[in-house]
């Protein structure tokens, strides 16, 4: 069963043939179109990047995309994520991607389905599929990260693409290191803390994570000026970097907060190429999960 919930599942050798095929499919590799086969993305949290890059993965595909949304279904009678999927299977969805708020949803599921589960982000869990996509931006500037140095700033602690990130990037030889609000830091992950300008002085890699307003709102201590006086990406911070360092965020991106207005689009930063790599990204793990890649020595 081709399941993708989370990376830490892959090998690394299946890691980098994804990234591999994502970076082919980009440059125009031939497609074969699996249109006998049918999708259902499930996102219960709002998405935009995300949903729509699946969404045009699917096309590309020639997949056929079953309509499905949370707030016209039997969710909003009480019924189970296990058994609205269980319903699709039973009707004949092939796959189902699907975005929850509860972390590591997909274990029970994964038990009681017979078809592929993508995970498109479990609450503060996992986002494989993000993870994906930035090794893929990585490997696109630098060939691969071996002795990268990557920071990841912001908050550590609720963000489900910084503990794929760090622990896959480790898996493939970089070195990372967390910076951003030391209250918002997790010692969980098993990554080093630095003060930011430090941080970002010495780092080949910079990956910037959306402050989570709806989670710090309630936080009377919490300024975004001040935040991005303190942490974020200013025009002086800019200065420091390397010039061969590269830019990334996983979106969306609260300008003048994380990054500084006029950086979103700098030469360094990589974000929108991001979005882009997405599509290509998500058709591989589509591929995959209908055992459609070509042959071995191609991806």
């Known amino acids: 069963m081709a399941h993708f919930t989370s990376l830490d599942e892959l090998s690394t050798k299946e890691i980098e043939r994804l990234i591999e095929r994502g970076l082919q499919l980009k440059q125009g590799a031939p497609v074969q179109p699996i249109p006998t086969k049918t999708v259902a993305n499930l996102f219960f949290e709002h998405s935009t990047r995300t949903k729509c890059s699946f969404d045009m993965a699917e096309h590309h595909l020639g997949l056929h995309v079953l309509p499905f949304e949370t707030a016209t279904s039997s969710v909003q009678k009480g019924e189970t ?125 910079i990956m910037l994570l959306r402050v989570q307003h709806e989670r710090h709102l309630a936080d009377q201590d919490f300024r975004a000026t001040d935040y991005h006086l303190h942490y974020g990406l200013t025009r002086k911070r800019m200065e420091q970097l390397r010039p061969s360092a590269i830019i990334l965020h996983p979106a969306p991106i609260n300008r003048g907060v994380e990054i500084a207005e006029e950086l979103v689009e700098h030469p360094q930063s990589r974000i929108f190429e991001q979005m882009t790599n997405g599509v290509f990204a998500r058709m591989a793990i589509l591929e995959r999960a209908f055992n459609q890649q070509t042959t071995k020595e191609t991806i």
């Not at 997909?106 to 996509?133: F, K, M, R, V, W």
């Not at 990260?145 to 760090?166: E, F, P, Q, T, W």
């Not at 990037?169 to 910076?179: D, E, H, K, M």
């Open 81 to 205: 994520l296990l058994d609205t999927c269980k319903t699709l299977q039973a009707i004949g969805v092939d796959a189902l991607v699907i975005r929850h708020g509860e972390t590591g949803y997909y274990e029970q599921l994964q038990h009681h389905l017979s078809i592929p589960i993508i995970n498109a982000g479990d609450g503060s869990g996992q986002h494989p599929t993000q993870s994906l996509l930035d090794l893929m931006t990585m490997y696109e500037v630098y060939g691969n990260v071996i002795d990268k140095i990557v920071v990841i700033c912001g908050d550590l602690r609720h963000s489900r693409v910084a503990r794929s990130n760090a622990h896959v990037l480790q898996r493939l030889g970089a070195t990372v290191i967390g910076s951003g609000p030391r209250e918002w830091f997790d010692e969980t992950m098993g990554i080093e803390y630095r003060e930011i300008d430090e941080a970002f002085a010495s780092s080949d890699i």
